[in-house]
């Protein structure tokens, strides 16, 4: 278990390279192949196993691991390092024959079918019986192997599964509520079941939230997807804590979906050694860019002492989306250099070989099925070569300049139904807070509500609706300490029960606002509102409107048309040692980038439109990272010389950047 | 029983002013600061107890009243009256647990899951056994209690089970179906049933429309329709007649929802002693004053010897639409004296205090979560003062200009697939009519076919589709007396089973057209049709062209262009001493409003663009009613001089209405 | 059985015309007067019958075939032929009442209930020998007599339950799976099953492709089309070889719905006496003639030694489009003229008679509501009239100018999810290339891969995606004999167990490409890529990239902007005598029209816009038809002078045609 990360002890001296490999798909003669190859393209990592389960158990207690072991043979002969898999995450076709009631059911009471993957409850005891047993095979019979690296728990929990509905899960959620709440009185207070007669007489009563007539109750709801995050997460660490019994010394993590909303990485991340990724970009989305920037400062955030590794991306072209845009020349390279400069380890992709058959034969390949004639290979070969120079990254670390609340039952309780405006997205509102940073070359992490902000000198909130009375002293302490908060609307409403704190709105963080929110005042889609600032300025707010009674804080600016014009829309409020700025509107970019910049004072570096910027350090060295999104060549004036460490040359003045191009600057520093 | 209305009997002398109130959801101190509040606002009635099903009888046969005689006993020291509900839109979770095929079923076999409201088959026995339980309960251990002022019934009955679907239902429609038709012949008959091989040998065989591979039989889903109307207004008798059992002397009702296509309220107005109802206006749609106004004519129009209340609306905002716009400064007012002005009796609003919790807590109340700080409290207060001196009203009546025929098995019948065009939509379609009606101040009841109409000058008929025999007739001897009628296409063509008048279309209304319709064309959506007026004027169809042979009556215009260029597009009739205009296609406002204007004749006023006029009249007074419905200010020519009741002062030559202003022009009368 | 055609022996010499008549809904004396009115209008044949179950056997094992034996007489005595229905499509309620796992069930386990027709699975061992008991009682005791011209099976086949998913469905499923592939290896190597662990040990595990989780397994997916679209042949060959077996001299048809994608029509027609359509364009669709003609070009391909029916279309409107857009004047003629330019033996309608109840009754018939009066009803008239004429016609064919490869199985497997973009729509592409056909007056017939494509000078394949090697060896023969291919992009990918011929895309054809096709990039909706063609025009593709690393082909075009600037857009390549052209993006029309052209050398007729023209030929005459699909007059410059057939006038020089004109030029021709 790597509890505190040493830097260098793993997965230095080396960028882990590689992807999923799965050899049952192949021959023999394919696996010798493919193992030449991995060697030709630098690759020091393969996957293996993840959905092995149905040739490792061909029937029920009957084992094959003859031909994986044969396959680990290879890969370590070839030197290549393996990341095995715990096949959980898709069951034979004989588990759901024997018991069928292992398949999941959705809300309206339809029972999944097997044929795809993730096809059981993971509250069934047979799912768990025969789960838990063909891990504890396979950590036996080849945990000692000497290619293995990782152990790769299950794969992208709940992905298609979310929560299930089934009746097995009604008795697991009972005992859920049982232990969380004690008695059932304080079950009906926390979900205000005195609304619509629901009152319940005993746990025994209480039903999933299943497809009902009218509104649902929002507590039931909340709690159902704390439960089902919970109840994945108690099948992470019963396999962790097997393969932990067998292989103390494997450090263990499950790949991750970015923003991915069932599960409460958070609270994951604290079960894990480290973290991993997957993220496939859309190469039609202008925005993704800015979309990976901050999936991987994410990642990187929910375990800031240990290094993270992107468990998955694509060389080209995915096979889910509707139409599945490729990636044009250069821009998987960038878009892996990406996560190297928000502190990846680690840089795998889905898959090694494209499939022949089966459902995603369409989904592009480090081996396409035009082998190494297709224009991925090319690219796979070339950034296998340079990451095999860039070992010195993988003890560098990333300072953030500032962090943002992010929280997954602020996320889950802000976008159930009956709120004032469904418009109102929880990832909508971090990107609008996240835009004009990483426009910036502005570096975020992301902290939980009650982490510990001390080292950040600015603190971002958007919309932090769900906020318990103890995280909100939290963020008061903060503040008064000396810290900068800026709070956008919507935020402090509830409690952790989605129970509004009564009074003018904010609840605990009523007194950093400056005023009293009376109501709120949501806005249509298209429809904007006009904001004069004092200074003279005048932009615009759209989604909504707080409307605030001003008491003590300082208003920047005000609504300057529309039935609430002359109400504060924003206002700024010292506390303590620090201050706030509360924003009653959702501000267009560049009002709220001006914003921004003013609380986050003067750069060292001017940002280039279109370079993303983001530097990592050592003891001795910083690592300047510029990387260039545009189709066209991009001039990038540099603060100091410096040598690029991709070319070897120095640098220095104004750096040329090709379309797609990358540049990491090194430069000596003091010893920190 | 309220059989005949007696002006100033009930609720006079006062208009009545309050909103629903849930105590279960707070405790006595906050009740008794509730009730002081009430007096402050001048609330005079709270409905209490709709969904107190679980504290009242917390299990099954256990009761709870003291809770609520407590409450009622401040209420009532308060000066407030009470509309006490029957706790039955909303059973506790005991019931479904002891009986989960309660639980509704929808048409593709879902059984719903209890955790909202309206959880259960109203043709289950024991729902409707332990309903009658606790409202037996309810009435024999509160009836007497002197705050109560009117029964509540259930709670906005069939809003989200509009058909139930269960093998209940099933059993149930069986046997409606055999009083309906007594043998299975007729039934068959009625249905078409030699369509597809679907004739039936007994009614045993008979399923509710459930989810089928192809079309459906509209004869089988109209019936259902009916029998799911008049399986809920069962539920309704039921609890009447054991109310009324109690309590004779107290008044009941039960809340509508305006043009609610699940319930023919027609029918149902006759079961009660007054009709409520509850609208929810979006703030959002322009044209929500007007839709506003056609609620309330038709609330008015089903029984048209009572006054009327609204049940529910909102001060604020709702919290049950996407995005839920906010009521401007002064829009709830505005909004309440079109109640008042089209005949109210109440002005009452879900609800008193908002919920801290539950599903509807970011519904506004009269008092919100910021108390009395919110920008809604304020106009609270200012309405409870006004309308505390508006008593006089309360035994005004409105006189309608004219009326507008619907009815609810139409409704049904010709919104079923299958039919020309899915674009033509009923309410639609009331709406074009109406529209020119409300912007030229005319004033419409709603009338049934076969009702009465000899009091009104002019009749309108927006696709009257379904008609029977009987109420053709109705129709033709209301014109050959000397009524005017204005038909629309697509009226007369089926009878009450939904089968087609042989012939021509038009059926008993055939002679009224002037010309044979040989046959009907659909417009598609965004096309139109030119039609010339005989005098030269040019005007535009949408969405239908009927084909007809003229014959007996004068083209007014015809079709300009497209294939049917030269067949008439609106015709006129003399039919006995009256006449009948006949519109083939669907006239664009300004034509059908030229239309209307030359039909209904000349005005004792001429509308003021933006602003609402309705006169109520006593014996001895008339009160012109005009509300402002834009944001900028209106200058209203006034026919005659009066005494504006809000203000108190005398009006004259023009009367200046300020954005969202009112006035009532109160002006003395010969009595009638 | 009419296994080759002899010309002239069925069903001339008269062209046939009539339509569906349903008795059962009319009382005796509306059958003598449709019976005279039959007459009048020219019809010689009546579709009695089709769903008439449940009044032929109104009780398990009860007939009553007095009432149709009336009717047969009638129709007789009036000079109509019969075609005699099975009535197997739509069960009576009794059958389902007695068995209700009879109602099928949708692939989300919904059962779907009878009311309105076709709710059965065809696998139900009880519908199966129910539906046997009907048809060969209707045989036994109708079948000799001498009304019956042709046995119309069923109807409809899987228009609305294409793919049933019960438990019955299962077991049918295994047992065309253990037929298909011997040993469960065999279908675990087919379906790739190796991915995501889905290996089954025994068919016995296997299922029908119900809802999964993730995305499902195409294999799987693909299987159970085939696998349902034999369901449904075997029940047609039962009934067809009962019939045999009783009446062996009458033809059997059944009806077809064009391109309809669940069943395999070219497998059908080989099971078949001849083929029969029903076609239902839009008026409002522009595309409307062209859908029609290649509609009607693949009816006559699918067994192309013998003339085919339009079974049903419709007069002036049809009621089960959301807006139902009504034929103008002259529109039906000419589209019935559509088919007969392209082979029709016979112009049929749903129904003779409209339907005063049930679920159709807003379908124009011949006979509208309104009688003889309806503007139907004249055209029904005239049409009789003409085609009574024509009768020289039913042993003339059409001889089409070039061939389009077509398959059923490559649309079912190429619209399956997981593919690189799901815009493209197999019927999208077809259109592509059908349309400058067209508008070129090109006649194209359909072919199945690998049928005979030696009688074709040029040879169409639009994205063929899925061929088996055998299939490919044929095309690739055709070209080396001296045959011209033009294939499109994402052809040659797959087998026929949707597994990938590995290697640059192409499969079989790849060496007829010109070049390696190492990847493809598909385009979003909207986006275009620049096409420079050799010779300096410039053209747009869409929808897809062919990334071609060009070899052994001439370059006609390459891509002039974005990121694959400069690779092959379009190759040409000689293989043997022959050649191929290569398209690599979805050209514009004029684009693709122009390499057409280039393709298939010039005509002997120049295209007029908006009129279709196709020529049929006998031994001593050609016929050419033109038919203008414009609301204007069109001028035709005409090749030589010929007769006007419909008027007998002579024409020459320039052909006059008004709108929706219709002229079929007939021309003595040398004996072939």
């Known amino acids: 278990m790597i509890s505190s990360w040493e830097p260098g002890t793993w997965p230095a001296p080396h960028v882990l390279y590689g992807g999923d490999y799965n050899p049952e798909q192949w021959s023999p003669p394919v696996w010798r192949e493919d193992a030449a190859l991995m060697r030709k393209a630098g690759v020091n990592l393969a996957t293996v196993g993840v959905f092995s389960w149905a040739r490792l158990e061909p029937a029920p207690g009957e ?70 047993r063909i891990v504890s095979e396979l950590a036996r019979r080849l945990g000692d192997h000497p290619a293995i690296r990782i152990w790769h728990v299950h794969n992208e929990f709940a992905c298609h599964v979310p929560q299930c509905f089934c009746d097995f899960s009604a008795a697991a959620f009972r005992t859920w509520l049982r232990e969380r709440y004690g008695n059932v009185e304080a079950m009906n207070e926390a979900w205000g079941a005195s609304f619509w007669s629901q009152r319940y007489r005993d746990f025994d009563e209480v039903l999933p939230p299943r497809v009902v007539p009218a509104l649902p109750n929002p507590g039931h709801h909340l709690d159902y997807r704390r439960f089902s995050s919970d109840s994945y ?171 943002i609340l992010f929280s997954w039952p602020n996320w889950w309780a802000v976008e159930q139904i009956g709120q004032p405006s469904a418009e109102l997205r929880m990832l909508e509102q971090v990107r609008w ?35 318990t009375e103890a995280e909100g002293a939290s963020l008061r302490r903060y503040v008064e300490n000396g810290g900068t908060a800026v709070i956008s609307f919507w935020s402090g409403i509830v409690d952790e029960h989605d129970r509004v704190h009564l009074g003018p709105y904010g609840g605990p963080l009523r007194e950093l606002i400056g005023g009293d929110v ?75 980038g001006g914003l921004l910049a003013q609380v986050l004072g003067e750069r060292d570096a001017q940002p280039t439109a279109g370079v993303e910027r983001v530097v990592r350090r050592t003891a001795g060295a910083s690592y300047e990272f510029l990387i260039n999104h545009r189709g066209e060549p991009a001039s990038v004036p540099l603060a100091a010389a410096g040598q690029d460490l991709l070319s070897g040359a120095t640098v220095s003045g104004r750096l040329e950047l090709p379309p797609q191009g990358v540049s990491i600057v090194r430069r000596e520093t003091e010893r920190r």
């Open 63 to 132: 084992y094959d691991f003859g031909w994986l072991t044969e396959v680990l043979d290879l890969l370590y002969d070839a030197g290549v390092g393996v990341a095995l898999g715990t096949p959980t995450a898709s069951p034979p076709p004989w588990l759901t024959v024997a018991h069928p009631d292992v398949l999941p059911v959705t809300d309206s009471g339809v029972r999944y079918s097997p044929g795809s993957r993730q096809h059981f409850c993971v509250h069934h005891p047979e799912y768990q019986a025969h789960a838990m």
């Open 233 to 403: 997460l108690a099948q992470y660490i019963a396999e962790r804590d097997l393969l932990r019994s067998v292989t103390s010394h494997i450090p263990i993590t499950t790949n991750y979906m970015g923003f991915f909303k069932p599960l409460d990485y958070f609270a994951w991340a604290r079960e894990q050694d480290l973290c991993s990724t997957d993220n496939y970009p859309d190469p039609a989305d202008p925005d993704s860019p800015m979309l990976t920037a901050m999936h991987y400062d994410l990642i990187r955030s929910l375990k800031k002492d240990v290094p993270w590794t992107v468990m998955e991306q694509t060389t080209f072209r995915v096979n889910w989306r509707p139409v599945n845009a490729a990636k044009v020349p250069g821009e998987m390279r960038r878009g892996s250099y990406q996560a190297l400069a928000r502190g990846a380890a680690g840089i795998l992709f889905f898959q090694w070989r494209a499939s022949a058959a089966g459902t995603e034969k369409f989904h592009s390949a480090m081996l396409g099925h035009a082998g190494t004639a297709t224009p991925g290979w090319r690219e796979v070969i070339e950034l296998g070569e340079e990451l095999h120079r860039l070992g010195e990254l993988t003890t560098a670390t990333v300072a953030a300049d500032c962090a």
């Open 433 to 467: 807070m996240y835009r004009p940073l990483f426009e910036a070359g502005v570096t975020a992490d992301f902290a939980a509500p009650g982490e510990d902000l001390s080292a950040y000198p600015v603190v971002l909130v958007p919309s932090l609706y769900l906020l």
């Open 518 to 592: 009376v109501d709120v005042a949501p806005l249509q889609p298209g429809q904007t509102v006009e904001v004069a600032w004092t200074d003279g300025r005048r932009s615009a707010g759209t989604l909504w409107q707080d409307l605030v009674d001003e008491s003590g804080g300082e208003v920047l600016a005000r609504y300057a048309a529309g039935p609430w014009a002359g109400y504060p829309a924003v206002l700024s409020k010292q506390a303590g040692a620090g201050r706030t700025v509360y924003v009653g509107t959702r501000l267009d970019t560049a009002a709220l």
